[in-house]
């Protein structure tokens, strides 16, 4: 793992999972990053990186290393330090949520989706961030 993923995913407990991904918790022992799986609605590509949609009229913007769209799904790498809402756009497909605009909302849905049980009784929803 070179410096700047060791750098990112400090406290996420970031691991191989194979060749082509990384594997790591969703919530750091501290609770300041986070790793969300969001749908392709919630993102919005941008000049500098991307949008992270938190309801009709506010984003989040992240950096284009804070998200990785792959086979599995769509991550986001979200930190608490950098947590900076911005009134941007409209976005027809959300609804107003003062809740979703708190950190705290974006961490509860990572610690469930963390204990996520599938059909078979097993954890299932781990994080694959393509390396």
């Known amino acids: 793992m070179n410096k700047f993923d060791k750098f990112r995913f400090e406290g996420l407990n970031c691991r191989d999972y194979s060749n082509a991904y990384y594997t790591m ?10 790793v969300v799986k969001v749908t392709d609605n919630h993102l919005i590509p941008t000049k500098y990186g991307y949008a992270l949609v ?10 284009d290393w804070q998200v990785d769209a792959n086979w599995f799904g769509n991550e986001v790498l979200i930190n608490r330090d950098f947590w900076n809402v911005k ?7 959300f609804v107003e949520n003062e809740e979703a605009l708190t950190f705290e909302h974006w961490l509860l849905a990572a610690k469930e989706q963390d204990d996520f049980i599938n059909e078979d009784g097993l954890r299932s929803n781990y994080v694959k961030w393509h390396k």
């Open 54 to 63: 938190l309801d009709h009229l506010h984003v989040v913007f992240l950096k």
């Open 25 to 34: 918790n969703r919530v750091s022992e501290d609770e300041k990053k986070i």
């Open 87 to 93: 009134e941007w756009g409209t976005h027809d497909a």
